[in-house]
Nanobody, 116 residues
Framework: QVQLVESGGGWVQAGGSLRLSCAASAFPLTDVAIGWFRQAPGKGREPVSCIGVSDGTTVYAASVKGRFTVHRDNVKKMVWLQLNSLRAEDTAVYYC?????????WGQGTQVTVSS
């Protein structure tokens, strides 16, 4: 069974940066587009960003465009999300999954907390 593992979250002050990582067991991340999603307290899970399989095509939610950058390394089979200029409203648990359809079981996610 595919297991997704997100890491790299933490606590930062507004304006700070974090780098999140996504890895998977039992499935090569190289074969699918990967999306980052987040769920803030009391809210539903929302898409944040997506990166294509091989051409590096990226898509960002309007709320993070220009601040977040997604990239992948198909040799290392990893996907990262660089979070810059963080805001309090970015506080959430961040998840990765296949995109646009989240086809795999959700991982534990990684908590990002931004203090203003």
């Amino acid at each position: 069974q595919v297991q997704l593992v997100e890491s790299g979250g933490g606590w930062v002050q507004a304006g700070g940066s974090l780098r999140l990582s996504c890895a998977a067991s039992a499935f090569p991340l190289t074969d699918v587009a990967i999306g980052w999603f987040r769920q803030a307290p009391g809210k539903g899970r929302e898409p944040v960003s997506c990166i294509g399989v091989s051409d590096g095509t990226t898509v960002y939610a309007a709320s993070v465009k220009g601040r977040f950058t997604v990239h992948r390394d198909n040799v290392k089979k990893m996907v990262w999300l660089q979070l810059n200029s963080l805001r309090a409203e970015d506080t959430a648990v961040y998840y990765c999954n296949s995109a646009p359809q989240a086809s795999f079981p959700w991982g534990q996610g990684t908590q990002v907390t931004v203090s203003s």
